[in-house]
């Protein structure tokens, strides 16, 4: 059965910074691409990071860019996103996903997803 447990959320001050893991055991690793959103209060999970199955391409929503830094371990079935210079804005509950097929930014379209992990960022 497969699994993505995300782990490493928690309560950080403007300008500080979190790194999410997600676990994968269970998973083919190498085979899917791996994906990071978020979801707001009242708003719609968003996009937010995505990296290749070798981890040699990575993409990255615009609001994101230059702060966030997505990675990934094959040996250890692990995706990372770093996330430095947090914002109030950043808050919500951040899933990892996994898709066998190329980057998408609809959620719907990943065929595995965590339960999420919660980024709390005080002003």
């Known amino acids: 059965q497969v699994q993505l447990v995300e782990s490493g959320g928690g309560l950080v001050q403007t300008g500080g910074s979190l790194r999410l893991s997600c676990a994968a055991p269970?998973?083919?690793?190498?085979?899917?691409?791996m994906g990071w959103f978020r979801q707001a209060p009242g708003k719609e999970r968003e996009f937010v990071a995505a990296?290749?199955?070798?981890?040699?391409?990575?993409y990255n929503t615009d609001s994101v860019k230059g702060r966030f830094t997505i990675s990934r371990d094959n040996a250890k079935n692990t995706v990372y996103l770093q996330m430095n210079s947090l914002a109030p804005e950043d808050t919500g509950v951040y899933y990892c996903?996994?898709?066998?097929?190329?980057?998408?930014?609809?959620?719907?379209?990943?065929?595995?997803r965590g339960r999420g992990t919660q980024v709390t960022v005080s002003s």
């Open positions: 996903a996994a898709r066998s097929g190329g980057i998408t930014t609809m959620i719907n379209d990943w065929a595995y």
């Open positions: 269970g998973l083919t690793f190498g085979w899917y691409g």
């Open positions: 990296i290749s199955r070798s981890g040699g391409t990575t």
